[in-house]
């Protein structure tokens, strides 16, 4: 019988790559930890959006609105783009859109490709709001804010690994 026995067989196959060897105990444990990683991380964006109302209202403008202007930037975005931002049909963009102008937050602007596309640009006070409110939603929830400097480098690390694999 020319063949390994099953204790070297054994030794053989756990040694090959150290990195993927998991105890038997902790197995199912091991399994488990991306789903649980990801419903905590879910949990805790959950938490942090129930704040948002509260946090559009101090500027005045209703959660969507201030999803609006956060989507806004440099370029002008055409409203069909923003309905598909905002998972709602492009006649639901238009009464959200005519209130921000109303406001003097966003103008609309023929595409010069297609004059038929509306585009949206923010306003001169639009851009200074968005400005004050992007600073307010940088700000992170005390939670997070507590943490050590080096498990914040060791959060803000994965989530960068994490978005570039996306």
Not at 126 to 136: I, K, M, N
Request: charge should be neutral.
């Amino acid at each position: 019988m020319g063949g390994m026995s099953g204790e070297h067989l054994e030794r053989k196959t756990k040694s090959a790559d150290p990195r993927r060897r998991v105890d038997a105990a902790t197995e199912p444990e091991t399994r488990e930890l991306p789903k649980q990683a990801w419903t905590l991380l879910f949990e805790l964006m959950h938490a942090h959006m129930r704040n948002f109302p509260a946090l559009a209202a101090e500027f005045d403008l209703s959660p969507v609105q201030a999803h609006v202007l956060r989507q806004l930037g440099e370029a002008p975005l055409a409203m069909s783009t923003l309905a598909g931002y905002l998972s709602c049909d492009a006649s639901n963009v238009t009464g959200l859109v005519d209130r921000l102008e109303a406001r003097g937050l966003v103008a609309r602007k023929s595409s010069e490709q297609d004059r038929r596309v509306k585009m949206l640009v923010l306003t001169e006070a639009g851009a200074a709001l968005r400005e004050r409110l992007l600073e307010r939603l940088a700000e992170p929830p005390e939670l997070i804010a507590s943490l050590g400097d080096e498990d914040l480098r060791a959060l803000r690390d994965i989530m960068r690994r994490a978005l570039k694999s996306q």
